[in-house]
DNA sequence: GGAAGTAATGGACTGTGGTCCGGTTACTTC
DNA sequence: GAAGTAACCGGACCACAGTCCATTACTTCC
């Protein structure tokens, strides 16, 4: 049950080291002190407010920092909610490498992507405009994203382990699919479904792709 | 094999009087030229540098119009996208409605549901952009949307028939959602699938879903 | 054909995400 | 401790989507 060397998730880290493929050079002390003034500034405006309905000049004048070093740190809208919703990703991901079953290894594949299923939808209710924040923008920008593709390398092994026959690539994308935000949100707030019926029904999907 | 009283596409007719429920006062001469010229204007620019690339105020000066004119007929970008997919939209609706097999009515629900995605993805690769500017926008305002509606109901009622055990609203959403521009896009250049992969994909997820 | 009433117009205006760059500050080297 | 340099800073700036409302153009009714 060896997971392949799926990148770990970084982003506390700024942005550019993440680019610039060595981030060799330590971060400076001014640097480093506006991004966790960021963050702060961030996550109590958004507490408060919602994550929509806050701008990023806001957050800029909140944290007591110009918008070109929020820009700098961050890259864009999406790339500040991703920071913050950091901790909790690692945490995720830290479960589904070495927690316990049905979300770490050890219980059947199928149930272990319900879990993840189970694991993303409680995300979801609790973060909700936070993560889709980081789902938005440009295209398909959030495809790119390490997140995503650790997401969806876990989700292809255990579909293939699940089911040699189905087309796992496809698959693992169309599941990751119907775990995102705007997804969710439509229908818990568009359809009226309750956390649990949106459970009940992915679950199904599971079982009717994989049922082998 | 009779479809319900499907709320029909609109979208030639301007978005107030499709919203204000009783379309009743005709519409004013200047303000159908109007129209007109804005839908050529923007068909225009479209087709010349892609519908990204445009911004809404080229649009306005294109068609020799005030951008209030612009905003006042269509609401947003994305009711331009609509308006200008109508007749693609109305097209494919009658198709569905009286066509022929396996898309029109007479094939085995499974089939026309591949049809419908098949169609789905003809229409993708041909106009993406412009289907994604459409479906672009706010939080969950596509799913609003009477095209949206209308799919959903042919969809929903073929599932059903195709395997009354299945959660027919779920199963709905979630192949929808398997046919955004944005999901398309992804496959397409993200991933660099094919056409024909990708269909091969979706009708795969169907056989499954729908197994009966 | 003209007056009254109403719908449509257009462009100035606002708010926002994101970029740019001259000046500043923190580390490094000697 | 001084000088050099690369990274960082902030806020002016830009483009763009969408709003507002005083003015204009159509329609209708006499």
Chains 1, 2 share one sequence.
Do not use: W
Not at 14 to 39: F, T, Y
Not at 59 to 86: N, Q, S, Y
Not at 99 to 123: D, H, N, T, V, Y
């Amino acid at each position: 049950m060896k997971q392949p060397a799926v990148s770990h998730i970084p982003e506390t880290v700024p942005m550019q080291e993440l680019v610039q493929l060595g981030g060799e050079s330590r971060e400076r002390a001014d640097a480093a002190r506006n991004r966790e003034k960021v963050l702060a500034a961030a996550s109590r405006l958004f507490a408060e407010r919602g994550a929509d309905h806050v701008s990023m000049d806001e957050i800029a004048a909140e944290a007591g920092v110009g918008k070109g070093t929020l820009f700098r740190r961050f890259g864009d809208r999406a790339g500040l909610a991703h920071a913050l919703l950091d901790e909790h990703e690692r945490d995720f991901q830290e479960q589904l490498l070495r927690g316990s079953p049905p979300l770490g290894p050890g219980a059947a594949p199928c149930e272990r992507i319900k879990a993840f299923g189970a694991g993303r939808f409680q995300l979801l209710d609790s973060h909700h405009a936070l993560i889709a924040a980081a789902e938005a923008g440009p295209a398909t920008r959030r495809f790119i994203h390490p997140v995503y593709a650790a997401h969806r390398a876990h989700l292809y092994i255990l579909a293939r382990e699940a089911d040699p026959e189905v087309d796992f690539e496809y698959v693992a994308d169309v599941l990751l699919n119907s775990l995102t935000a705007e997804f969710f949100s439509y229908l818990r707030n568009g359809r009226g479904l309750s956390l649990e019926e949106i459970q009940v029904g992915f679950n199904d999907l599971v079982d009717r792709l994989l049922a082998g």
